[in-house]
C-alpha cells in the first residue's frame, strides 16, 4: 500500500508551534485525517457501555464481557497514561455500482489490506517522534483490540459525535474512517471535546438498517447487526435475520451510507487498496480450499471470519439472491466436511427452489423495538444520563 508522502511543513513554523501542534502535523504527515487529544480520565461513557453489556447486545464476543472493567479508565492499558492521542484514519467512501448477480458486498473499510497492520506501524512511527521530542516519555498505539472505548475518547478529543447509528461521526470526514489511538505518559494540552450533535431530526439509519439492529439511538444490539453476524459470529446464523444479510458477504455499511454526513464524504482516499474487491463472486468462494482461502485472504481484514464463516456467508448470499447457476455449487458444499457450511448451503438451495417455483417461504419477520425520538446532548453528563435512561 501507498502511504502519503510527508508534507512539507517549514521547520520556522514547526519550531515556533507548540507540541501539540506539531504532534498533529507529524500525525497528519503520516495519513492520520483527523487527530485530537483527550485528558487520560475515566471514559465518560462507560456506565453505557457496562448497560449494554448486560442486555447482552455483545453476543458471543465474550472478551467485551472480559475487558469490561479495563475499559473505564485507559491507565489499564498504560499505567503512566497522562494523554490519549486520538486519531483518524479515511478510507474510500465511493458509491457501490449494483451488485453483479451471485456477488456477495464487501463493507468499504475491509477493501484490502488488514488496517491494523497499516496503522499499528504509523502509531509506532509517531509514538517515535514523540519520543525524540520528550526523551524518555513512554506511549503506546492501539487500534480496536486494546480495551479503550474508542468512539469515547474520540468524542471527548473533539474528532466528532457519536451518531444515531453509533459511529463517530465528524462534520468534515463523515464516518468512513477508523480510529486508532496513542496513549501517552506525556501531559499534553487536550482539545475541548466534541459537545454538540448534528443529527438532528435524521433517523434514515435506524429505518434503513437491514435487520432492525437498533433498539434506540446510539444503542445497537450487535446479536442483530449484519457486522456482527457475518464476521463475529462463529455459529451459523440465525434463520430470521438471514433473509435480511441481502447481499452482504462480510460486514455492512448500510446506516452509513444512508447517512447525510457521508454524501460530501471524500471518495478518492487510497485506502483500502483492493476497490475491486468491492465484490465478490460468491460462487467462486464455495470452490474454495482451506489453503487457497488462506492464500487469497492473507493480510485481509477477511482472514477474521475464516474460511468456514466467509463460506456460510457466500452460501447466505446466494440463498437470498442467487437463482438456478448458483445451485450446483452450492450442492457441492452441502456436502462440506464443516456442518456449517452444509446447513447454510441447504438452507440457500432450499430459498432458491422456492423462487424458481414460486413457493412462499415462512415469514422471517422479527419486532422492531426502536424507540422514536431525538437525543441532543450537550454535556458528558446528559451523556451517561441519556444512555442510561434508553438501556434500562
Ligand atoms: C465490538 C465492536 C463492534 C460490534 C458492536 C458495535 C457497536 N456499535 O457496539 C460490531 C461487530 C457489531 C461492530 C460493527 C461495526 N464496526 Co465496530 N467495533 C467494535 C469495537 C471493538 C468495540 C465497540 C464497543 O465497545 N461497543 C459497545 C458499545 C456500547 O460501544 P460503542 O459502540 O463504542 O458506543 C458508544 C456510544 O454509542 C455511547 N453510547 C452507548 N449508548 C449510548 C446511549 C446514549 C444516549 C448516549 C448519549 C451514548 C451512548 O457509549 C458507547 C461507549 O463509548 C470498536 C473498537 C473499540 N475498541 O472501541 C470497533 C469500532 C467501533 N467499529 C468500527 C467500525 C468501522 C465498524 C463497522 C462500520 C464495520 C462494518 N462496516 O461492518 C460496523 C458498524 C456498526 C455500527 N453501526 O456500530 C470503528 C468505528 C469508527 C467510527 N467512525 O465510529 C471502531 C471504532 C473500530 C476502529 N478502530 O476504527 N463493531
Ligand atoms: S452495520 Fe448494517 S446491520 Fe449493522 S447496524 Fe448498521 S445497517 Fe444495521
Ligand atoms: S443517518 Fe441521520 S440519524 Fe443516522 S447518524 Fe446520520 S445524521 Fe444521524
Redesign the pocket.
Given at each position: 500500500m501507498s502511504l502519503p508522502p510527508v508534507a512539507s511543513v517549514s521547520e520556522d513554523r514547526l519550531a515556533a508551534s507548540t507540541l501539540e501542534d506539531r504532534l498533529k502535523v507529524r500525525a497528519r504527515a503520516l495519513g492520520f485525517s483527523l487527530c485530537g487529544i483527550a485528558p487520560a480520565t475515566a471514559?465518560?461513557?462507560?456506565p453505557?457501555?457496562q448497560?449494554?453489556?448486560e442486555h447482552g447486545?455483545?453476543?458471543a464476543?465474550d472478551y467485551?464481557h472480559r475487558q469490561g472493567p479495563a475499559?473505564q479508565h485507559p491507565q489499564s492499558i498504560l499505567a503512566l497514561v497522562r494523554s490519549v492521542v486520538m486519531l483518524?484514519?479515511k478510507y474510500a467512501a465511493a458509491q457501490d455500482l449494483p451488485t453483479p448477480p451471485h456477488h456477495g458486498r464487501i463493507?468499504?473499510?475491509?477493501r484490502g489490506t488488514d488496517?491494523?497492520e497499516v496503522?499499528w506501524q504509523q502509531l509506532d512511527l509517531l509514538a517515535d517522534w514523540l519520543n525524540q521530542e520528550v526523551p524518555q516519555s513512554i506511549s503506546r498505539g492501539?487500534?480496536?483490540?486494546?480495551?479503550?472505548?474508542?468512539?469515547?475518547?474520540?468524542?471527548r478529543a473533539g474528532l466528532?459525535w457519536?451518531?444515531k447509528?453509533?459511529?463517530?461521526?465528524?462534520k468534515h470526514d463523515g464516518?468512513?474512517?477508523?480510529?486508532?489511538a496513542l496513549l501517552t505518559s506525556v501531559e499534553l494540552q487536550p482539545d475541548p471535546p466534541h459537545l454538540t450533535?448534528h443529527c438532528g431530526s435524521c433517523t434514515r439509519?435506524l429505518e434503513a438498517?437491514p435487520t432492525q439492529?437498533?433498539v434506540?439511538?446510539?444503542?445497537?444490539d450487535?446479536t442483530r447487526?449484519?457486522?456482527?453476524l457475518?464476521?463475529?459470529l462463529k455459529t451459523p446464523i440465525p434463520e430470521p435475520l438471514r433473509s435480511g444479510i441481502g447481499d452482504?458477504l462480510?460486514?455492512?455499511?448500510v446506516?452509513?451510507e444512508v447517512c447525510p454526513w457521508n454524501r460530501k464524504a471524500d471518495a478518492s482516499i487510497g485506502f483500502p487498496d483492493r476497490p475491486e474487491w468491492a465484490v465478490i463472486d460468491c460462487i467462486d468462494l464455495l470452490s474454495l480450499d482451506e489453503n487457497q482461502f488462506r492464500a487469497r485472504f492473507r493480510n485481509t481484514p477477511m482472514k477474521r471470519s475464516k474460511r468456514r464463516g466467509l463460506l456460510r456467508n457466500a452460501a447466505i448470499v446466494l440463498g437470498n439472491t442467487g437463482d438456478q447457476h448458483a445451485l450446483p455449487a452450492l450442492q457441492r458444499a452441502a456436502l462440506d466436511a464443516d456442518p456449517m457450511i452444509q446447513q447454510a448451503a441447504l438452507w440457500a438451495i432450499e430459498q432458491i427452489q422456492r423462487r424458481l417455483t414460486g413457493t412462499k417461504s415462512p415469514s422471517s419477520e422479527f419486532p422492531s423495538s426502536l424507540e422514536d425520538g431525538d437525543?441532543v446532548?450537550d454535556s458528558t453528563a446528559?451523556?451517561?444520563?441519556?444512555?442510561?435512561?434508553?438501556?434500562s
Open positions: 471514559a465518560d461513557t462507560f453505557a457501555f448497560r449494554w453489556l447486545y455483545a453476543g464476543m467485551l475499559r483518524g484514519w463493507a468499504r473499510y475491509a488496517y491494523h496503522l492501539v487500534v480496536d483490540t486494546a480495551p479503550l472505548l474508542e468512539r469515547d475518547f474520540a468524542r466528532g457519536i451518531g447509528n453509533s459511529m463517530l461521526i465528524s464516518s468512513y474512517f477508523l480510529l486508532a450533535e439509519c438498517c439492529a437498533f434506540a439511538p446510539k444503542v445497537l450487535a447487526c449484519i457486522s456482527y457475518t464476521i463475529e452482504w462480510f460486514g455492512c455499511d446506516c452509513q437525543t446532548v446528559d451523556v451517561a444520563k441519556s444512555s442510561a435512561s434508553h438501556l
